[in-house]
């Protein structure tokens, strides 16, 4: 990872450590895991103003979908001429072709940021020592792939996540383009499968990264069930 993250990592290594000892007093060994949790919580909570924007322009283009769909054909044999048309039906409309990607882009850093610190074995030239700590007896730092109790009692918990993984990925599968017209296949097959990944991506990673992967998941299918379905204006 590039080393301008590393600032940040510490600062978010010493947030969620915090956290964690805020938290132990009240929770015992479950502190460090539940401190990621609220962690991502967090951090998706700072970044819903993004989403609401991003939400809100993805709703503008669907609703001037048929509009710009008309004028293109209209204009078919003078792509300038469509191009332009386009553009003036967006900005009357006060919004544009683009609107949207840059509050995607702007959380794009933030994501890298909290990923890293749970994929790091050091932070700051010193042990992760987050990744030191336990969940139900399973070090943080462990990945199910790499560890030699896969298939024992430190597995159930991996299990027990990828199975909750797998229970967001179905809801985002089948929820996520329900007022959407439904893509062309293949490709509608392969958009309906994608959120699968991240319970493949889950096996590779320490325990730490699966509990953010879940955590910042089952928000984001939270967050598309109310902003891009509930009319919020953004």
Do not use: C, K
């Not at 319970?199 to 984001?220: E, F, I, N």
Request: hydrophobic letters at 50%; glycine letters at 8%.
């Amino acid at each position: 990872m590039l080393a301008v993250l590393d600032g940040p990592v510490r600062v978010a290594y010493d947030l969620v450590t915090g956290l964690a000892s805020a938290l132990h007093p009240l929770t015992g060994g479950l502190s460090a895991a539940l401190a990621i949790v609220v962690f991502t919580a967090g951090i998706r909570l700072a970044l819903h103003p993004l989403s609401r924007r991003q939400a809100a322009a993805d709703r503008a283009r669907r609703r001037l979908a048929p509009q710009v769909e008309a004028l293109r054909e209209r204009h078919r044999d003078d792509p300038l001429r469509a191009h332009q048309e386009v553009t003036a039906l967006y900005r009357t409309e006060g919004t544009s072709m683009f609107a949207g990607f840059g509050p995607a882009l702007l959380q794009m850093p933030v994501f890298a940021v909290v990923y890293r610190l749970f994929l790091s074995p050091s932070v700051g030239g010193h042990a992760n020592l987050l990744l030191a700590q336990t969940l139900f007896g399973v070090p943080l730092g462990n990945r199910w792939l790499l560890s030699s109790g896969a298939f024992g009692p430190h597995g159930l918990v991996f299990l027990a996540l990828f199975i909750a993984l797998a229970a967001v990925a179905w809801w985002t599968s089948h929820r996520m383009y329900a007022d959407r017209a439904a893509p062309a296949e293949p490709v509608g097959r392969m958009m309906r499968l994608l959120p699968f990944g991240t319970v493949v991506v889950a096996a590779y990673v320490p325990l730490a990264a699966v509990l953010y992967l879940l955590t910042s998941t089952a928000w984001s299918t939270a967050e598309r069930a109310l902003l891009w379905r509930g009319g919020t204006s953004g």
